[in-house]
């Protein structure tokens, strides 16, 4: 009643018509009030409305109250066990602090214990998650820069290491990084006129070569049944041993490695592209072999969330289980990829598969591919795309090595869009053989071809070392005073630029006089020829006269 009351006396008072009109009739009845009394009625009408406003607003705000003493619950449905899983602070501090005080009077602080804390938005952390390796309690990080880890990724029981440990070394990288920064400062990194090297890059050089020599000596016995009970006693669940199979140096490289590839899974995972627990495919059964994934791939997700599986490897369909999968290899009539064979030199094939022509198979290459692939981004529109699937072949069939896809019609000459080799293949010699393939077809089109960016690390490091072996192989059969830059290009379908970049790694162009002058240097020579030598002849290259193969035309 007192509510209803106030509302009353407070509607009588702000109802502009009822005050227009009398203010209308004194206007007429007594002409000479003045402009100063009619403004001073109206602030006083309008503080009327904000006093009714303001009671309403704190009746309501007790009835709320009293109605809600049960506990807030977490996202989960469930009531919070703990004031940890409440949120006491906000992203927004500012904007949140200003709405959770009285509307009355916002600039004092008053009881709030009846309202329910906001939850953490910036909080990313899900503390039922917990790390799959047994015997972890989920807290530090490879990286050394989190307190808790949910994958095995970031996991420093999986790598051997504790958390303590993994927070020393990451103080170390960063002061080696720092190092290396302030070294790229100083020196110009395009800079072409100081090629030599400086006396501490080659003081640097010389300590890491001295301390390489051991690395290919070997294990002992002690240090073989060590790593063998290692294995015995913890399996698949932890990384092998991997002190004294390498030298210090190179092992130092890996574990740097495995702490940025680290940090970028965390990042992403912060981002939300990825999730502790989400649809990501660990392992592919793939013909004889079980294959390790590295990335996510976007199949569907009743596929994704199993974890595992099965690809047929030959017309590279996917399924579920072992039992289908069986099924489907007693059915299938594919014992090679579709397409055109262009190439074949005994057992190693190459096929030009038409993603226009072949949709169906070129998606599945291309999901089957990302697994393998950090960078691609490519999966569903295949129909612009050329893809050569090397094989293998024996008594059951053409089994895929791998494969680089190329743009039907290419604005910047690139002669590979996307390359890989299946990892069972890899560190054999097929990966250069799938490069020296790409730039033969660039030869038979009389083309300059290079690479499409941004290339995958491995990806990188096999074209650089296939780079230099071409170069090499020129400067050993070249015979003239005089060499251009132009000419080898045009000799090798490679792109001036990276011939100048490879030149420029290799330390063998000069700036002098005003030119650019390209170095023979014969100690280069001579180390690639005696590898040559060791490596013999054998069938890892690419033979131009088995190509039987015109470049398309129209598509």
């Known amino acids: 009643m007192p509510r209803r009351r106030q509302r009353h006396m407070a509607g009588s008072g702000s109802d502009g018509t009822e005050d227009s009109d009398s203010s209308a009739e004194r206007e007429q009845t007594n002409s000479s009030e003045s402009d100063g009394t009619r403004t001073k009625r109206q602030r006083l009408t309008r503080a009327s409305t904000r006093l009714s406003q303001s009671s309403h607003d704190t009746s309501d705000l007790k ?166 009970e290692h294995r015995q006693t913890h399996g698949n669940t932890r990384e092998p041993l991997l002190e004294n199979i390498t030298s210090d140096y190179d092992l130092e490289l890996f574990r740097k490695a495995q702490a940025r590839a680290s940090e970028d899974l965390e990042k992403l995972r912060i981002q939300g592209q990825i999730t502790e627990g989400s649809n990501m495919i660990k392992t592919i059964l793939f013909g004889r072999y079980e294959l390790d994934t590295w990335y996510h791939s976007p199949y569907p997700e009743e596929y994704a969330r199993l974890g595992r599986l099965y690809v047929c490897e030959f017309c590279l369909k996917y399924m579920k289980s072992q039992t289908i999968l069986r099924r489907h290899m007693a059915k299938c009539v594919w014992k090679h990829p579709p397409g055109d064979e262009v190439y074949r030199k005994g057992a190693i094939s190459v096929f030009e598969v038409d993603g226009k022509k072949n949709k169906i198979y070129c998606q599945n290459l291309c999901l089957l ?106 400067m050993h059969n070249f015979q003239g ?30 700036y002098w006089k005003g030119k650019h002058l390209v170095l023979k240097r014969q100690d280069l020579i001579d180390e690639w020829k005696a590898k040559e030598v060791k490596r013999g002849n054998g069938n890892k290259t690419i033979d131009p006269s088995s190509l039987k193969w015109t470049p398309p035309k129209g598509t």
């Open 63 to 228: 009835q709320a109250a009293d109605q809600d003493e049960s506990p807030p619950l977490t996202p989960t449905g469930n009531a919070p066990s703990s004031e940890s899983e409440l949120d006491i602070s906000s992203p927004n501090a500012s904007h949140d602090e200003s709405q959770a005080k009285d509307p009355v009077n916002r600039d004092s602080d008053k009881d709030l214990s009846h309202r329910p804390k906001r939850r953490r938005c910036h909080e990313t952390y899900n503390f039922n998650m917990k790390c799959p390796t047994p015997g972890c309690n989920s807290l530090g990080h490879l990286t050394g820069k989190h307190e808790r880890h949910f994958a095995v990724s970031g996991c420093p029981l999986y790598h051997n290491l504790s958390a303590d440990e993994c927070k020393v070394k990451a103080v170390s990288r960063e002061k080696q990084d720092d190092e290396m920064k302030g070294q790229d400062e100083s020196n110009s990194r395009h800079a072409t006129r100081h090629q030599n090297p400086t006396s501490k890059q080659s003081r640097y050089k010389e300590q890491v070569a001295e301390m390489r020599k051991g690395r290919n000596s070997g294990l002992q016995k002690e240090q073989k049944e060590k790593h063998m």
């Open 369 to 474: 591919a990302k697994l393998f692939l950090d960078h691609k981004t490519l999966y569903y529109d295949v129909e612009p795309f050329l893809f050569y699937v090397m094989t293998e072949a024996d008594n059951t069939g053409c089994h895929l090595v791998g494969y680089f896809s190329k743009e039907k019609n290419s604005f910047l000459n690139y002669n590979v869009s996307c390359i890989l080799t299946m990892p069972q293949y890899m560190r054999q010699g097929f990966g250069k053989m799938l490069i020296d393939f790409s730039y033969l077809l660039s030869k038979v089109e009389e083309k300059v071809g290079s690479p499409e960016r941004p290339l995958s690390d491995l990806g990188l490091i096999s074209y650089r070392s296939y780079w230099k072996e071409v170069l090499l192989r020129y």
């Open 481 to 510: 005073k005089e060499i251009s830059i132009k000419e080898i290009s045009q000799e090798t379908a490679v792109n001036p630029v990276d011939i100048v970049s490879t030149l420029q790694s290799l330390q063998m162009l000069k």
